[in-house]
């Protein structure tokens, strides 16, 4: 984890997130789905020096949208999504590189991408969706845009869980310092 985060005297600090178009060649290209149906990308202008696209996707899907986004992609969207240690939030790591992972799942209706890009200082979330089925169409526009909705507030809030992991790791050594210091001779 960082050592600090780089807005931690900023208590209020809500980082900026924008819906990116078009999706850059670069991100398409990390998707394993060559001709999708939907695709939206939000970036938000912070990160977390020394955290993984994984770590960034875990907390994300299974600490921040839990068991409803489950509700939603299992039973909604028919996905099926397998717990296990190895997956995140049940989706498949389907690939994962320098800065970026790629959760995939599918159903009868639709295959879906979810890939996370993570830097320094920003993280993206772009979604790939194939329709299986002329429903899938139907099912996942209203559907999106409830997701287009909630995306940016899903990467604030990590953001600002992560955070908090990070400097309860930190905490430990800080205070190790601190009863170092005040031993110290002199």
Known sequence: MA??????????FEPAVHQQHPVAESTRSLSSISDPDYVDQFTMAAGLPGTSPEQWARTA???????QAQLLWRGLLGL???ASPD???????????????????SSWLMTANL???????HVS?????????????????????KHRQIV???LRTTYHLMERKAQAAQEPRRQARERVSRAAPG
Not at 3 to 12: I, L
Not at 61 to 67: I, N, P, Q, S, Y
């Open 3 to 12: 050592e600090s985060s780089p807005h931690q005297d900023q208590p209020s």
């Open 125 to 145: 979330l772009t979604t790939f969706i194939r329709y299986a089925r002329p429903l899938a169409r139907r099912v996942w526009e209203p559907t999106s845009r």
């Open 87 to 105: 997956r995140v939030a049940g989706w498949r790591i389907g690939g994962r590189g320098d800065g970026w992972v790629r959760l995939e799942a």
């Open 115 to 121: 890939v996370l890009e993570a830097g320094d200082d």
């Open 61 to 67: 899907t299974e600490d921040v949208l839990g068991r």
């Open 152 to 154: 940016p507030d899903v």
């Open 80 to 82: 099926r999504l397998k």
